[in-house]
């Protein structure tokens, strides 16, 4: 098993810290990984985008130019990256901020309604969890006890506090997450 995954959206999102959990959990299961983000100068509100690569067998380069599965945030990332899904792949967008869905036929689109739903379950914290969560649902990468100890390793103990809510958002988000279009359908 291997897959490649590029997270894309604004500075704030929590793009980068997805990524990183992903990879960390995946880690201590015992996977292969790489995690390479990439981000604009601005800390908040710039484009920010991680690639995550999973697998059972050793990982030859971290650079990629097509991915499995793209989660994108926001319409620019959508517009960046839906060409380089690769054919069979899947998108997971968040529904509230994608202005124009993705239109291609030979990919699974998914929809997770994630600032609608952090918004009305007061998770706004966790909304890149809720996001991961629909990740997991539909590609189970990492298990959801893992994911959380990752977290907790990434977290200052500050912040432990949160995770319970984190937790939630995680099963939240694989409840949400709605699969739109399947290429299986044509």
């Known amino acids: 098993m291997k897959h490649e995954i590029i997270i894309a959206g604004f500075g704030g999102q929590g793009v980068l810290s997805m990524g990183k959990i992903l990879a960390y959990a995946a880690l201590m299961e015992g996977k292969e990984v790489t995690w390479m983000p990439a981000y604009g100068p601005e800390q908040r509100g ?66 997770i309604p994630a600032m609608e739903t952090a918004a009305a379950y007061n998770l706004m914290k966790c909304f890149n969890m809720l996001v991961l969560g629909g990740l997991l649902k539909i590609h189970p990468l990492a298990q959801t006890e893992t994911l959380m100890n990752a977290l907790k390793k990434s977290l200052p103990k500050r912040h432990w506090n949160l995770l319970p809510t984190n937790e939630k958002g995680i099963v939240k988000g694989m409840e949400i997450v709605e699969k739109v279009y399947s290429c299986e359908m044509q």
């Open 46 to 111: 710039g484009t920010a985008n991680v690639t995550v690569i999973v697998s059972d067998e050793p990982i030859s380069s971290p650079i990629l130019s097509s991915y499995d599965t793209a989660i994108v945030l926001n319409q620019p990332s959508l517009d960046k990256f839906e060409e380089k899904v690769k054919p069979g792949g899947d998108i997971i967008y968040d529904s509230l901020s994608i202005i124009n869905p993705p239109t291609r036929t030979d990919i699974n689109i998914y929809s």
